[in-house]
């Protein structure tokens, strides 16, 4: 029968009367979540998701031992006998399995206390199979009392790690405006920054959840929740229930993005680009010093170089010149960046080697259209018309 308490309470009075059982907690803000806590008194035997434990896995495992190679979990029935029949298969040591399982089961604790009031279940006598760790709960608890507080934080705008993540398509421009909005910002250098732009509108426009998108973007759900929940609070993006997403087959092999390299001192420019191409489909490389273009452009190897004619150190004709000269570069077109629309300064970018020219300022559809000629019939020599 269930009861609505507090999960933590509930956890410390089945302590003081020393029951055994499982203390199941359904999450009242994310439909059809929760956890499952198998105790022994003050003892934690297995702690665990109700729903998405493949998600949750995957998301753990991967973060908890990247060497390692996990079997599918395509059949997973029982999380304690699936972790057992792996550690079998594996030349381990038994303590590695039960520190595998201990912080399986400490993040399923975190997840079931941040939530101060839910719905709760007690089964008395239900242990899980194998019983792998008995470690005290309160001990697993102290040290991660500050991931706990993170989520409770987080948890004000209905997020959980099994929150499905989605970016409507009518939100695609509030997204971008946000996105031009923090650029430069710590936020931007330290999070958003470290994927593309169309990464992210791609990402959350799968209604993938919160372990799904951090798996991804290879940061801690935590991390992930705390940046979006912004987003979330002003409805940009929304957090759907888990269940309300049916199974998709696997998603093809992502296929490497065309590159595309920016040589421009001018934020404001790259800002441009970056917002127009990326959408397009393309990986943009941001080169603001040109005297750092020719390492960056060889290791990178863009399929198009857009290169501004005024910059500091280093013009744009003579940048474009030594381009021409390095065997690894001679080939890739060039499309010169410049506020000047003289007969001369074309003349000048052809002699250089240039492949195409465009006058500042320009519109999104200039610039692709520039990018899309130049991908499917390139010429390294001669100004396109």
Same mark, same amino acid.
């Given at each position: ?21 499982? %203390? ?66 594996? *030349? ?9 399982? +201990? ?108 372990? $799904? ?9 935590? $991390? ?6 912004? %987003? ?7 957090? %759907? ?6 199974? +998709? +087959? *696997? *998603? ?8 595309? *390299? ?75 960046? +410049? ?25 999104? $559809? ?20």
């Amino acid at each position: 029968m269930k009861t609505v308490a507090s999960p933590y309470k509930a956890l410390r009075e089945l302590a003081a009367r020393d029951l055994t059982g499982c %203390l199941t907690i359904y999450d009242p803000q994310v439909e059809g979540a929760g956890w499952c806590l198998y105790l022994g008194g003050q003892r934690l035997y297995y702690a665990s998701s109700i729903v998405g434990q493949k998600e949750r896995l995957t998301n753990i495992l991967s973060r908890l031992r990247p060497d390692l190679e996990w079997p599918s979990l395509a059949a997973l029935e029982s999380e304690p006998a699936w972790l057992r029949e792996w550690w079998q298969k594996q *030349a381990l040591p038994l303590a590695e399995l039960r520190q595998v399982v +201990t912080q399986l089961s400490q993040e399923a604790l975190v997840q079931a206390v941040a939530i101060l009031k839910a719905p709760i279940d007690f089964q008395r006598n239900v242990q899980p199979n194998p019983i792998l760790i008995t470690p005290p709960w309160q001990d697993l608890l102290a040290a991660v009392r500050q991931q706990v507080y993170g989520w409770q934080l987080v948890r004000g705008q209905g997020l959980s790690p099994l929150s499905r993540l989605y970016l409507d398509m009518a939100q695609v421009g509030a997204f971008c405006d946000f996105w031009e909005q923090i650029q430069g910002t710590p936020e931007y250098e330290k999070f958003w920054g470290r994927q593309t732009l169309a990464t992210w509108i791609q990402m959350f426009g799968q209604k993938l959840c919160v372990y $799904e998108c951090s798996s991804l973007v290879q940061v801690a759900p935590l $991390e992930l929740a705390t940046r979006v929940r912004g %987003l979330v609070g002003v409805g940009t993006v929304v957090s %759907l229930p888990f269940q309300n997403v049916a199974p +998709t +087959t *696997a *998603a093809p092999p992502v296929q490497p993005r065309p590159v595309i *390299a920016c040589i421009d001192d001018s934020k404001a420019v790259q800002r441009q680009v970056q917002m127009t191409l990326e959408l397009e489909g393309y990986d943009i490389v941001a080169i603001t010093e040109p005297a750092r273009a020719l390492t960056t452009l060889v290791r990178r190897r863009p399929e198009v170089i857009l290169m501004d004619i005024n910059m500091p150190d280093i013009d744009g004709y003579e940048l474009c010149r030594m381009l021409r000269q390095s065997r690894q570069l001679k080939d890739v077109p060039i499309v010169m960046l +410049t506020g000047r629309d003289g007969l001369i300064d074309r003349l000048r970018a052809q002699l250089v080697g240039a492949s195409s020219y465009l006058t500042k300022p320009f519109a999104p $559809e200039q610039l692709t259209q520039a990018v899309q000629k130049l991908r499917h019939s390139p010429s390294a020599n001669g100004i396109s018309s």
